[in-house]
């Protein structure tokens, strides 16, 4: 009884020690995702002005034009994938949600580019054509640390190379929603709902031209959009699943406790019992 007495000391130790850890984590995910949030907010309007100017210059110039066609067709069968992952793990089914749907996605010809442990973990044990690959980090990516990632899509795509490309990652609904997608960047799709009745814009030198000056700074803004959503969603499925830890984790303290507790009392009654029989013997 004494030794069981002792191990659930040291059982309930644990779970209050898991507790505290969980908690920690729990709150720090908390405050990256506030600050994910706000970098959100302020990056929107840029990025909603460079989308607005692109697709008016799409959607108002003739899309048959031999010119155009570079941006809105794709011209051959390769693709370019870029994969963004977290780099660690208790993060819940996020990771495992991502890897299913990257699978489904990939073909044995595609360059794949990742951004996290974990996508290239996968990747490289499923045997993928591996372009490059960078560590998500645990602090939230500054829009400098894109460009060695996106010079490899200006190499493949946008300098001349006959390839699609698309970006597969998990974008942040909410706190408790985070859904793996795919994302398509390039070839361009026309939004008919940016399509004016009147046209009165000049290009100077050409439509042709203006796109391929504005196309770097489309793909920016759209491949730093998809990994802030990576960034809040980690953050948000790390955080959910540290909450869900520290509750087990306060519940199995709690019936530990209980059982510590009932049976050091048993034992209390069962030396008074033998006392008790030791004194009637006498």
Not at 75 to 90: E, G
């Amino acid at each position: 009884m004494t030794q069981n007495l002792q191990q659930l000391k040291k059982k309930i130790k644990t779970s209050n020690s898991i507790v505290q850890i969980t908690k920690a984590m729990e709150v720090i995910s908390a405050s990256k995702i506030r600050k994910a949030q706000d970098s959100v907010e302020k990056h929107n309007p840029y990025s909603k002005k460079i989308k607005s100017i692109v697709q008016r210059v799409i959607t108002n110039q003739d899309l048959h034009s031999k010119e155009m066609k570079k941006f809105l067709k794709v011209r051959n069968d390769k693709r370019l994938v870029y994969i963004i992952s977290p780099d660690k793990c208790l993060v819940g089914g996020l990771v495992i949600n991502l890897l299913k749907t990257v699978n489904a996605y990939l073909r044995s010809d595609d360059y794949i580019v990742t951004v996290g442990k974990k996508a290239s973990n996968d990747v490289t044990r499923h045997g993928y054509n591996i372009l490059a690959s960078f560590e998500m980090g645990t602090k939230f990516p500054n829009y400098n640390d894109i460009y060695p990632i996106i010079d490899i899509a200006k190499k493949f795509y946008i300098l001349g190379e006959a390839i699609k490309v698309s970006v597969i990652y998990t974008e942040f609904k909410n706190m408790f929603i985070q859904k793996s997608v795919i994302e398509e960047i390039f070839p361009i799709k026309p939004d008919q709902k940016f399509k004016e009745a009147v046209n009165n814009y000049l290009f100077e030198p050409s439509p042709f031209e203006v796109l391929k000056d504005l196309l770097p700074f489309y793909f920016e803004v759209e491949f730093y959009s998809a990994i802030m959503n990576a960034y809040a969603s980690e953050q948000a499925a790390r955080m959910l699943a540290m909450k869900n830890a520290k509750d087990s984790a306060k519940d199995i303290s709690t019936s530990l406790t209980n059982i510590y507790n009932r049976s050091r009392q048993e034992k209390i009654t069962n030396e008074l019992l033998d006392l008790a029989n030791g004194q009637q013997g006498m």
